[in-house]
């Protein structure tokens, strides 16, 4: 008796804008308009006169914040993620700023990788709004429905979007496919809500017409280069030699460009790491000076210390080596660290440490940026 092949399916799940999206959960009132998250604590929400919510607009926006994400309404005003806000201001004058809140989306993100593992265990966490789920031996991801010869996994892909809805009221769109590089590409084909299924035969018809940065890997630089020697579609790609390529990136990078433009990708899923650090950063709206702005600095100095502390401890880490990041108003970077005695977890010792780091530091330029760190973690006792 012979017995089909079993298909490796692999999903790519991308929460659709998320951030936003987890605003409009607190704020129903906006759905529908175009809002912008990036805004500072001064674009918080404020109760009218008559009790309701007033909210900042991006009319008149003056600094140097960069939008983080927006809504669909706001992206079909021109303005994405990654834009300065003056100039987002220009284009969507109207738009709702919202300021960023890591802690609710934190938050959401545990709910929907929960709801997901409740029915595909086998996940690779990638960031906060994005993994990839292994559905190859999941009961009824061989079947056939229908005419439909890989429904089974096409119905189980669905049961995880309505599931993920379910826990968030948030909606997310899947790509399935045989590997991770191409599950990437496919979760971004039909956005928002969207669940786009593709086999070895689809790549002609919906890989290859794409530019090749649509392939993860490929930069703004190497995009830049393939483009200059002719190559700008991934069926362009997909015509060029291995050996040609080879030659002109490399063996390494030369030979997966050839096997990434074929769809080629045998990656296993990574379901557990250890981290390298916890880091907490933030830019200021403004530049800060180290004695005129002491007050705020400090106050935001030991917050940071206090939030790199309570990931630590949610974690289960600590740390040896605890470290500074500073940004002046020329762009220039600094940092410094301290190994200390023994690993720690604690607000005021990360705090005492990253203090004796700044002493280290020339503070006489405005400061644009500050961040604490701490490394060398183990598994806390």
């Known amino acids: 008796m012979v017995t089909a092949a079993r298909r490796r399916w692999i999903a790519h799940l991308d929460m659709d804008a998320f951030y936003a999206s987890c605003e409009l959960q607190r704020y ?10 990036g805004g500072g604590r001064r674009h918080q929400p404020r109760a009218g006169d008559d009790g309701q919510l007033q909210f900042s607009r991006l009319q008149g926006y003056t600094g140097r914040g960069v939008i983080t994400t927006a809504t669909y309404p706001a992206r079909a005003l021109g303005v994405n993620s990654g834009m300065g806000l003056m100039k987002a201001a220009l284009r969507a004058p109207q738009a709702v700023l919202l300021p960023v809140d890591f802690d609710l989306y934190r938050t959401y993100s545990r709910r929907f990788k929960a709801a997901v593992a409740e029915i595909a265990p086998v996940i690779e966490d990638r960031g906060i709004d994005e993994i990839y789920i292994d559905l190859t031996d999941l009961p009824g991801a061989q079947d056939t429905l229908g005419h439909d010869p890989h429904g089974g996994v096409r119905a189980l892909a669905q049961e995880i979007k309505n599931n993920v809805r379910q826990a968030t009221g948030l909606s997310c769109s899947i790509g399935v496919t045989p590997n991770k590089l191409l ?6 084909l039909d956005k928002p809500d969207g669940l786009t299924l593709l086999a070895p035969g689809d790549l002609a018809d919906r890989i290859w017409p794409l530019p090749v940065g ?111 990041k500073l940004r002046f108003d020329d762009f220039k970077t600094v940092t410094r660290d301290l190994t200390l005695e023994h690993p720690t977890a604690d607000a005021d010792a990360v705090r005492h440490a990253a203090g004796l780091c700044l002493k280290r530091v020339d503070l006489t330029r405005r400061i644009r940026l500050l961040g604490v760190r701490v490394g060398n973690l183990r598994r806390a006792a």
């Open 183 to 188: 599950s990437k590409i496919a979760s971004e």
């Open 214 to 324: 649509r392939i993860n890997g490929i930069g703004p630089k190497s995009a830049a280069r393939l483009q200059a020697l002719g190559i700008h579609t991934i069926a362009e790609l997909a015509g060029v030699a291995r050996e040609t390529l080879v030659q002109r990136f490399g063996r390494s990078y030369g030979a997966w460009l050839h096997d990434a433009a074929h769809g080629i990708d045998d990656r296993p899923l990574v379901t557990h790491s250890e981290p390298v650090s916890v880091s907490r950063e933030t830019t200021f709206e403004r530049d800060l000076h180290a004695r005129r702005d002491r007050t705020e600095l400090s106050s935001v100095f030991t917050q940071l210390a206090r939030q790199v502390a309570l990931d630590l401890q949610r974690k289960g880490y600590e740390g040896r080596t605890v470290g500074i």
């Open 28 to 37: 129903p009132q906006l759905h529908g308009l175009p809002v912008v998250i």
